[in-house]
């Protein structure tokens, strides 16, 4: 039985052991390849070839067969498109037969009870065949992991050779080398390798640590070349990789380490990690990795982040990329990352607010689960509606402007309720007069969107808000429903959200209401349609006077969108005319004649 083999530190060490030290495998006779000329070199491989495939799996382990792969293995790089095809496809199949007779092994070794002589033999037997087994399971993921990285880093030099050379070999056609295709069979092999029961071969839950570290190691090399990742079957086998082995094998706080250098070090890395974890968290229904990276940036200092802005500005991206993916397990870790609201580094209070942004709009969608759980999540949200307002004035105007820029996508979502309308077009319209030229860009392009997804009607004329308030006002005055205190407000929390679904189950009857009013009628005491019971009737006439409001509020910035008009800042021209060219749209008053004021512009 041959010595168990341990990942070296690097592949050239196998050859540099204490040639004594027999308690583990390494290279007794390496063969120069290069040496050998191109028709030995052929037969050299189709030699270490046909023995991979016609003796036993766990033939690798044999020490001569050992030495000849390892040397074809590091002059990888100098063999023949021929050559490199023979050897990967010979790794590769083997190992590809390999995964499922570990299955096989272990219903082996437990149909030998120990009750005699000649059983504990056959089990030491067993016993053995697993050690072999292992053994070539790690020569075979060791050989080709070098390979693969063999091949990356020198792609670009041998696809310049093979337009040199485009037909030296003519009878090698039909075994023509294509990397990109071998790339992702091999990677999607050490794939569903770590998905298989390697308990059986390890002999614990876990694989060992010098197994997992090679893995981790040498995938976290490969999420650092861009063009790899724009392959999406190698992006997927390298993610599966990666989620495999931090997730099942609980390979958590060094994959967080590795992930968090490789966000600080590249940009483009930012989506295909986010992917990533989303990705485990999906397959095994565990967030553990996750949850330990939003801790760890969270218990990075902010003042790190001030200095470090490339690394920020990355974290930043990650963060709302996951956000995105797993919204409501960031909603239930938002806490740790906190005290960075009130750090330096605006970017990373850029991120925040994207993230506050994403879990609004999605982490609180789902209408299940018991009434505590919903009173929970409807407090959260309305926590991170009221930090989206609060963040309005904050000291960075490029805060400022992300702010305003997550309202209009919630706008536009359809995720800011009538209750909340108001005072988010309030702070919209205090904006319009910011120093600063994209926070005013912000807030012009906010009230844009917020006149088109505007929950009131196609037509927004005060006149005829106030007409038909008036009438389901006196309705309730003649029936006794008007309540003592205000039509806007409920009496407690379960009040309150009753009141505002009622609210917006109004708002088709909002805009039927105001359909016949779209030419300037204004309709009859008798053209007012019975909404329905006391908690309906009081729902309509609070959306009519939630329309009233914003229908005044956006009236009363005529005067300031004719100053921004004279501005000299061309995007504040522009997008105050778009927004007065929407304003008239919607009939607000004042619209038309502000946009008269325009003409002096174009003449």
Same mark, same amino acid.
């Given at each position: 039985?041959?010595?168990?083999?341990?990942?070296?530190?690097?592949?050239?060490?196998?050859?540099?052991?204490?040639?004594?030290?027999?308690?583990?495998?390494?290279?007794?006779?390496?063969?120069?390849?290069?040496?050998?000329?191109?028709?030995?070199?052929?037969?050299?491989?189709?030699?270490?070839?046909?023995?991979?495939?016609?003796?036993?799996?766990?033939?690798?382990?044999?020490?001569?067969?050992?030495?000849?792969?390892?040397?074809?293995?590091?002059?990888?790089?100098?063999?023949?498109?021929?050559s490199?095809?023979?050897?990967?496809?010979?790794?590769?199949?083997?190992?590809?037969?390999l995964?499922?007779?570990?299955?096989?092994?272990?219903?082996?070794?437990?149909?030998?009870?120990?009750?005699?002589?000649?059983?504990?033999?056959?089990?030491?037997?067993?016993?053995?065949?697993?050690?072999?087994?292992?053994?070539?399971?790690?020569?075979?993921?060791?050989?080709?992991?070098?390979?693969?990285?063999?091949?990356?880093?020198?792609?670009?030099?041998?696809?310049?050779?093979?337009?040199?050379?485009?037909?030296?070999?003519?009878?090698?056609?039909?075994?023509?080398?294509?990397?990109e295709?071998?790339?992702?069979?091999?990677?999607?092999?050490?794939?569903?390798?770590?998905?298989?029961?390697?308990?059986?071969?390890?002999?614990?839950?876990?694989?060992?640590?010098?197994?997992?570290?090679?893995?981790?190691?040498?995938?976290?090399?490969?999420?650092e070349?861009?063009?790899?990742?724009?392959?999406?079957?190698?992006?997927?086998?390298l993610?599966?990789?990666?989620?495999t082995?931090?997730?099942?094998?609980?390979?958590?706080?060094?994959?967080?380490?590795?992930?968090?250098?490789?966000?600080?070090?590249?940009?483009?890395?930012?989506?295909?990690?986010?992917?990533?974890?989303?990705?485990?968290?999906?397959?095994?229904?565990?967030?553990?990795?996750?949850?330990?990276?939003?801790?760890?940036?969270?218990?990075?200092?902010?003042?790190?982040?001030?200095?470090?802005?490339?690394?920020?500005?990355?974290?930043?991206?990650?963060?709302?990329?996951?956000?995105?993916?797993?919204?409501?397990?960031?909603?239930?870790?938002?806490?740790?990352?906190?005290?960075?609201?009130?750090?330096?580094?605006?970017?990373i209070?850029?991120a925040?607010?994207?993230?506050?942004?994403?879990?609004?709009?999605?982490?609180?969608s789902?209408?299940?689960?018991?009434?505590?759980?919903?009173?929970?999540?409807?407090?959260?949200?309305?926590?991170?509606?009221?930090?989206?307002?609060?963040?309005?004035?904050?000291?960075?105007?490029y805060?400022?402007?992300?702010?305003?820029?997550?309202?209009?996508? !919630?706008?536009? =979502?359809? $995720? %800011?309720?009538?209750?909340?309308?108001? *005072?988010?077009?309030?702070?919209?319209?205090?904006? @319009? +007069?910011?120093?600063?030229?994209?926070?005013?860009?912000?807030?012009?392009?906010?009230?844009?969107?917020?006149?088109?997804?505007?929950p009131?009607?196609?037509?927004?004329?005060?006149?005829?808000f106030?007409?038909?308030?008036?009438?389901?006002?006196?309705?309730?005055?003649?029936?006794?429903?008007?309540?003592?205190?205000?039509?806007?407000?409920?009496?407690?929390?379960?009040?309150?959200?009753?009141?505002?679904?009622?609210?917006?189950?109004?708002?088709?009857?909002?805009?039927?209401?105001?359909?016949?009013?779209?030419?300037?009628? !204004?309709?009859? =005491?008798? $053209? %007012?349609?019975?909404?329905?019971?006391? *908690?309906?009737?009081?729902?309509?006439?609070?959306? @009519? +006077?939630?329309?009233?409001?914003?229908?005044?509020?956006?009236?009363?910035?005529?005067?300031?969108?004719?100053?921004?008009?004279?501005?000299?800042?061309s995007?504040?021209?522009?997008?105050?005319?778009?927004?007065?060219?929407?304003?008239?749209?919607?009939?607000?008053?004042?619209?038309?004649?502000?946009?008269?004021?325009?003409?002096?512009?174009?003449?």
């Amino acid at each position: 039985m041959a010595p168990p083999f341990v990942f070296p530190q690097n592949f050239t060490s196998l050859e540099n052991e204490d040639d004594s030290n027999s308690t583990r495998l390494t290279v007794q006779k390496a063969f120069p390849t290069t040496s050998l000329r191109d028709a030995d070199l052929e037969e050299f491989v189709k030699g270490v070839a046909f023995d991979l495939s016609d003796k036993e799996l766990f033939c690798v382990e044999e020490q001569e067969i050992f030495d000849r792969v390892y040397s074809l293995v590091k002059g990888f790089g100098s063999l023949s498109s021929g050559s490199k095809f023979y050897l990967v496809e010979s790794l590769r199949s083997n190992m590809s037969v390999l995964l499922p007779n570990v299955d096989s092994l272990f219903r082996s070794r437990g149909s030998f009870p120990l009750d005699g002589g000649q059983d504990a033999g056959d089990d030491q037997f067993v016993v053995d065949r697993v050690a072999s087994h292992r053994n070539a399971f790690k020569i075979y993921t060791f050989f080709l992991m070098h390979i693969l990285l063999v091949s990356e880093s020198s792609s670009n030099s041998v696809n310049g050779m093979a337009k040199v050379m485009p037909s030296s070999r003519k009878k090698q056609s039909v075994n023509s080398w294509n990397w990109e295709s071998q790339r992702s069979r091999i990677l999607n092999l050490i794939a569903n390798s770590l998905e298989i029961n390697l308990s059986m071969l390890f002999g614990s839950s876990d694989p060992d640590e010098n197994y997992l570290s090679f893995i981790m190691k040498n995938a976290f090399l490969m999420f650092e070349n861009a063009l790899l990742l724009k392959d999406p079957d190698s992006k997927q086998a390298l993610c599966r990789i990666v989620g495999t082995c931090a997730t099942k094998y609980h390979y958590v706080s060094q994959a967080s380490v590795s992930i968090m250098h490789l966000i600080h070090k590249h940009d483009f890395v930012v989506t295909h990690l986010a992917d990533c974890i989303a990705g485990a968290e999906k397959k095994y229904a565990d967030g553990s990795l996750a949850i330990s990276l939003i801790r760890e940036i969270g218990r990075t200092s902010p003042k790190d982040y001030v200095k470090d802005t490339v690394g920020a500005e990355n974290i930043g991206r990650f963060l709302v990329e996951l956000a995105d993916r797993l919204p409501k397990l960031f909603s239930t870790n938002l806490g740790l990352l906190v005290q960075h609201l009130g750090g330096e580094s605006y970017k990373i209070r850029n991120a925040l607010v994207g993230v506050l942004g994403k879990l609004i709009a999605k982490a609180f969608s789902d209408v299940g689960g018991e009434i505590s759980s919903k009173s929970t999540r409807l407090r959260a949200k309305q926590a991170m509606l009221e930090i989206l307002l609060e963040r309005c004035r904050d000291v960075s105007a490029y805060t400022r402007s992300r702010v305003l820029q997550v309202w209009a996508d !919630l706008c536009e =979502e359809h $995720s %800011v309720s009538i209750g909340l309308w108001n *005072e988010v077009a309030t702070v919209a319209s205090g904006r @319009l +007069e910011d120093k600063s030229a994209i926070v005013r860009k912000s807030a012009l392009n906010l009230l844009i969107m917020m006149l088109q997804h505007n929950p009131f009607g196609p037509q927004l004329r005060t006149a005829s808000f106030e007409a038909t308030l008036e009438k389901y006002k006196k309705k309730l005055s003649d029936d006794n429903l008007l309540p003592e205190a205000d039509v806007s407000c409920a009496d407690s929390e379960a009040d309150e959200q009753e009141f505002e679904r009622n609210i917006e189950s109004q708002d088709s009857l909002t805009d039927s209401c105001l359909a016949s009013m779209e030419n300037g009628v !204004l309709p009859s =005491e008798d $053209s %007012v349609p019975d909404v329905g019971n006391r *908690e309906q009737t009081r729902a309509l006439v609070a959306s @009519l +006077e939630a329309g009233l409001t914003f229908s005044k509020c956006i009236s009363a910035i005529m005067r300031t969108l004719v100053h921004l008009m004279a501005s000299p800042t061309s995007s504040d021209v522009e997008n105050t005319i778009l927004l007065l060219m929407r304003c008239k749209q919607f009939q607000v008053d004042g619209s038309e004649a502000c946009l008269r004021k325009m003409l002096p512009l174009v003449i």
